[in-house]
């Protein structure tokens, strides 16, 4: 005891050591910004401690230390709303537990354009300021990290993992829709006691009885759902809420409530955590289209069943995070229709892959989908992407995911692109179609060994390309439910896997041959579409002024 007081003496004697604002977030979501707050981490006394903006500045009352962090908020009870904890300090609240810091002027951090220093006995430490060193956007959090911020446009309440590799998995590689019922019922079938389910939509029958089994066995099964997906929770996932919530099943959906946000725009992550031990990660939704019965016509689409103890608690803490924030509300489920099932038939060629030895990354959105540039910039031998849909960021610059590859076609590696041709991925202006002419007319205006194709989905054939998979050298995949747009990598809550696995990697490659013959057979009408080639063209050449301005430029 004696010796913990010395310690602190001294700590109080002497400067603070590595003192930094390590997080702050200028431009919160509750009405006039009174939940903004930063954090302070360093070792010592903070006597002589001010941070500034210019017009007004915070100080710590006198004796004041720091052995670690001190969160220091505008408004005490605005900060316990949006983060479920009170911060240790505050500087325009009303909340007599919280002390509050000596504040002269009006120190207020502004959404567009400002600076804050911190400084130490006249000395300034740090300054940071937006926009420049950092980029404010509502919502987002800066974070220090290696003396650096943050490049990743992370939101209040996201989480913020780092990459990790775990090796020497084993598991089941399935595709959809050949064998995926099966694998999703032996899965949920030989839990003992815990199913996690995080999911974007869950609309079948039979998937929802197979929980409600396990349930009735013994298993703890809780699922987290999206509360407001595009065109609102359809009337067959209240049939399935309200039968799965009547077994004392608990269902979430991740809504928020008043005054809550909700951390991602779309929850759309397609994953279950088994017992701790395994992991399900799909492209598909959990619907009858994804998990269609065996025979039966549906989506296609990638899906994989881990096992591999540190994988699984990793996803558990990540449905934990998402799943035990305040914008996770119980479901309220309202009447509903029972999903038919799918009547097309479908000649299922694929079994499941039964693999052991495996190298695994997770990839998550937005925390980690960066890693899918490195998957794709890695590739010696070949790139094959099946994709449900490409989209450009604007009008002239293209997908970076699609940018990667296309580079890597100028290394002279070969590139396929398959993309789905349902009504609504090919009906608009620029989507799917125009897409594929235009990385074909890239292709041949560079004489690139790139190629681009739109799925045939004929009676026999599927019925929907609804995957978001890529794989590399024919023996590294990306499984998930990432897609190729804007929003998904940086905005949604998204979940996938790269496996670096030979044997996984013919498996997918043999799937992705099938739909690519399948699609070079399509019947087209003869001659180019002179229309779609002339809006290439103009694309293109949009492209090579967009990218003449920035290297004229310096960016």
């Known amino acids: 005891m004696l010796r913990i007081s010395l310690l602190v003496a001294l700590a109080l004697l002497n400067p603070v050591s590595g003192l930094a604002i390590t997080e702050f977030c200028p431009d919160p979501y509750l009405p006039l910004d009174r939940d903004e707050y930063l954090i302070l981490e360093g070792f010592g006394t903070l006597d002589g401690v001010m941070v500034t903006d210019g017009e007004g500045a915070i100080r710590f009352p006198e004796g004041t230390a720091i052995q670690g962090r001190v969160v220091v908020a505008k408004d005490a009870e605005a900060y316990y709303r949006s983060h479920g904890e009170y911060p240790d300090f505050e500087w325009d609240g009303r909340m007599p537990e919280v002390p509050d810091l000596v504040r002269t002027g009006r120190f207020q951090l502004a959404n567009d354009h400002d600076q804050i220093a911190l400084y130490q006995g006249g000395v300034c430490l740090q300054e940071v300021e937006w926009p420049g060193v950092v980029t404010g956007r509502q919502g987002m959090v800066h974070y220090l990290v290696n003396r650096s911020w943050d490049r990743r446009v992370l939101m209040l309440g996201q989480s913020r993992y780092e990459p990790e590799i775990f090796y020497g998995a084993s598991g089941m590689a399935f ?32 998937l929802a009885g197979y929980l409600i089994d396990a349930h009735r066995r013994g298993v703890d099964v809780e699922i987290l759902v999206e509360g407001g997906p595009v065109g609102g929770i359809p009337a067959e996932e209240h049939w399935v809420i309200r039968n799965l919530s009547g077994a004392g099943i608990p269902v979430k959906t991740m809504s928020g409530i008043e005054d809550v946000h909700t951390p991602y725009r779309f929850l759309h992550s397609k994953y279950m955590v088994i017992d701790s031990q395994k992991v399900l990660i799909t492209s598909e939704n959990f619907k009858e289209n994804g ?9 296609r689409g990638w899906g994989v069943v881990i096992t591999h103890g540190g994988l699984a608690e990793y996803y558990k803490s990540v449905y934990t995070h998402d799943s035990e924030g305040s914008w996770a509300i119980s479901a309220d489920p309202k009447e509903g229709d029972e999903e038919p099932p799918s009547w097309q038939e479908y000649p299922a060629v694929y079994s499941p892959y039964v693999f052991s030895g495996a190298t695994i990354v997770p990839v998550l959105s937005p925390d980690t989908s960066n890693q899918i ?24 610059s293209l997908n970076p995911y699609i940018a990667d590859a296309i580079n890597v076609s100028r290394r002279g590696i070969p590139v396929r692109v398959l993309l789905d041709s349902y009504y609504y991925n090919v009906e608009g202006d620029a989507d799917n179609d125009e897409m594929a002419v235009t990385l074909n007319t890239i292709a041949a205006s560079e004489g690139l060994p790139l190629q681009a194709r739109c799925a045939d989905l004929s009676p026999g054939l599927v019925e929907k390309i609804h995957n ?5 050298d024919r023996k ?11 929003n998904s990598p940086t905005f949604n809550r998204e979940a996938g896997v790269i496996i670096e696995h030979e044997g996984v990697g013919g498996y997918y490659t043999s799937v992705f041959e099938t739909d690519w013959s ?16 002339a809006a290439a063209c103009i694309v293109i050449c949009a492209l090579s002024l967009y990218a003449w301005f920035r290297k004229r430029k310096g960016y």
């Open 175 to 206: 595709v959809s829709p050949d064998c995926s019922r099966e694998v999703f019922h032996e899965a949920v079938s030989t839990a003992r006691q815990e199913i996690l389910v995080s999911i974007y939509e869950i609309t079948s029958p039979v």
């Open 291 to 299: 998990f269609p019965e065996m025979g039966r016509r549906g989506n």
């Open 373 to 396: 540039h490195t998957l794709i910039n890695s590739a010696l031998e070949s790139v094959d992407i099946e994709m449900a849909y490409i989209t450009n960021e604007t009008p002239v």
């Open 468 to 472: 978001k998979g890529v794989i590399v």
């Open 476 to 486: 590294k995949v990306l499984v998930s439910s990432i897609n190729w747009n804007q």
């Open 518 to 533: 399948s699609a070079g057979k399509k019947i087209v009408n003869s001659g180019p579409d002179l229309q779609k080639v």
